[in-house]
């Protein structure tokens, strides 16, 4: 089974589409959304959800009323400012301490050092992940809860249930579609990839976030190959990437052209490739073959 993972230096250049084409092209694949923090794929293969999970990517505190003996000691310790402090009255002043859930950050300090072990560390649910089929193959996506956190896990189980299913089922290919950038949840992305498949624009940010998407690739030692995404935006910007991606050691792969079909084809929830025979499709069936190419060497 052979993993390729698409990811992109920064967001709307254009990698979801991309990849979703070579969902069509690939033989049996079983796909991957690990875009979690905004998650679309499923825009465009409408999975059929079969299972769905809950995640838990952290723990949060709260404070039992009952036991609770008004010390300060977790107003004291916390440095989140996720405990308010609030004095009551009824015969005699009491100080009533409660947690603020968006602002604890799931340290446990309080909990740890409660004299009166007035305070549960209870597992938030984050968000959901779930299991489906698409015309395609397997799909296996998810959805981070809104302004949650520990998108990484998150990304990690995404990637292991895939996984488990393609060398279960002998799938020879696993498509990823990963996360912008260069944070936690591209490197959990790119863990255990064949291949990447780097997808730009030509443009000033574009190709600077190439850089450095490029360096982490590296750092890992996944082989990387380039794709330009609307080349024809600025063919001299595109030339310069080229240059550089073969200077630095990286195969290029191909080049997709600027073409309204592309957006014709998301609005019928449809890849680009299964929508129309243009010239931009026939730009992706090369850039498959190229990539095709260099899994087999």
């Known amino acids: 089974m052979k ?11 254009g990698k979801t589409s991309v990849m979703a084409s070579f969902a069509a092209l690939a033989e049996r694949p079983v796909l991957a959304d690990c875009d979690v923090d905004a998650a679309d794929l499923h825009l465009v293969m409408s999975p059929d959800v079969k299972e769905e999970h809950e995640f838990s990517g952290g723990k ?6 009952d036991k609770c003996s008004g010390c300060g000691k977790c107003f004291e310790l916390c ?27 799931g ?14 560390f209870k597992e938030t649910v984050n968000g959901k992940w779930f299991s489906s089929d698409t015309r395609f193959g397997p799909m296996i996506h998810a959805k981070l809860g ?18 488990k299913i393609a060398q279960e089922n002998g799938h020879p290919y696993m498509i990823v579609d990963g996360s912008p950038g260069i944070g936690c949840p591209v490197i959990a992305s790119l863990s255990g990839a064949n291949l990447v498949v780097i997808v730009t624009e030509p443009t000033l940010s574009g190709e600077h976030d190439l850089e450095r ?21 600025n063919s ?21 052209r600027y073409d309204k079909v592309v957006t014709e084809a998301q609005i019928n929830k ?18 498959w073959r190229n990539i095709l190419s260099v899994l087999s060497t």
């Open 3 to 13: 993993e390729i993972v698409v990811i992109s230096g920064k967001g709307g250049t």
């Open 146 to 163: 809104i302004a949650e956190e520990n998108s990484g896990k998150l990304v990690t189980i995404v990637k292991n249930e895939a996984k």
């Open 236 to 256: 001299q910007i595109t030339d310069r990437i080229k240059e550089k991606s073969v200077s630095c050691g990286f195969h290029f792969a191909g080049k997709v």
């Open 270 to 287: 449809t890849t680009i490739v299964e929508f129309s025979d243009s010239p931009v499709s026939e730009d992706i069936n090369i850039l």
């Open 60 to 65: 949060n505190a709260e404070i039992i009323p």
């Open 107 to 120: 340290c446990g300090i309080c909990a740890w050092f409660c004299p009166e072990k007035a305070i549960e």
């Open 213 to 233: 998407v490029g360096e982490l690739a590296k750092h890992f030692n996944i082989p990387a190959v380039i794709c330009v995404n609307k080349y024809d935006l």
């Open 79 to 105: 440095r989140y400012n996720a405990i308010s402090e609030t004095t009551t009255w009824d015969i005699f002043p009491k100080t009533i301490y409660t947690v603020d859930p968006v602002y604890c950050e």
